[in-house]
């Protein structure tokens, strides 16, 4: 039961151009969700979270959107540069009785034509 | 944040053998985790890292083939015992201070078993 989504497998955008990458959950216990980058052969690097009890959070060209009652999020990056080209990963956590572990979802790999 | 580093980053093993991953964080942390990444899959969760204490492994995942242990705040190992192709995947370390429920990754070991 994959309960983090991520329906595109890749996206390719012009560069200077806005990337939108999109993330969808099922479980509504969920209250914490966060946005990795990994480039082949390095581990996840975190870019950007957001608590349920918000719907936007800004950082640089990084935006983070959730919509709770549809279960999902998304990623904005604007503008976007040949170095954001990646896989990026959602994550969830359940906060409950501190059950910090985080569930992925499968990735989406990002590519920026110059 | 906190910085993550991992030995090895990578290794070519025998069937039937066995492998020890260190995991050292350059501050105390309150949690940490073991991650696999399968080749072409998103991460899974082996287990939480109990300090002073046994691991709390996922579902699917059992001690006596992925024995981890913690002795300080700061390091833990994973040892993949009677190594089998099909173990052959990236390894991550991942931590988490008490600050925030942000978790930061190891650059990751890339196990491939013959």
């Known amino acids: 039961d994959q309960q983090v989504k991520q329906n595109s497998p890749s996206l390719s955008v012009q560069e200077g151009r806005i990337s939108i990458l999109n993330c969808d959950y099922t479980?509504?216990?969920?209250?914490?969700f966060l946005w990795y980058k990994k480039y082949p052969a390095e581990g996840p690097t975190f870019l950007i979270s957001i608590s349920s009890i918000k719907d936007k959070n800004e950082d640089g060209r990084f935006t983070v959107f959730l919509n709770k009652s549809a279960k999902h999020l998304s990623l904005h990056i604007v503008p976007s540069q040949p170095g954001d080209s990646a896989v990026y990963f959602c994550?969830?956590?359940?906060?409950?009785?501190?059950?910090?572990?985080?569930?992925f979802g499968t990735g989406t790999r990002l590519t920026i034509i110059p | 944040s906190a910085v993550i580093s991992q030995k090895p980053s990578r290794d070519i093993c025998q069937r039937g053998t066995s492998l020890t991953i260190q995991c050292q964080v350059d501050?105390?942390?309150?949690?940490m985790f073991w991650y696999r990444q399968q080749p072409g899959q998103s991460l899974t969760l082996i287990a939480t890292?109990?300090?002073?204490?046994?691991?709390?492994?996922e579902s699917g995942f059992v001690i006596d083939k992925f024995p981890i242990s913690r002795p300080n705040l700061t390091f833990s190992t994973l040892t993949v015992s009677n190594m089998s192709p099909e173990d052959s995947s990236i390894y991550l370390c991942?931590?988490?201070?008490?600050?925030?429920?942000?978790?930061?990754f190891g650059p990751g070991t890339r196990l491939t078993v013959l």
């Open positions: 994550a969830a956590s359940d906060g409950r009785m501190g059950n910090e572990k985080l569930t």
């Open positions: 991942s931590a988490e201070t008490g600050s925030t429920d942000t978790q930061y």
């Open positions: 890292a109990n300090q002073g204490s046994e691991a709390t492994y």
């Open positions: 501050s105390q942390v309150t949690m």
């Open positions: 479980n509504s216990m969920f209250d914490y």
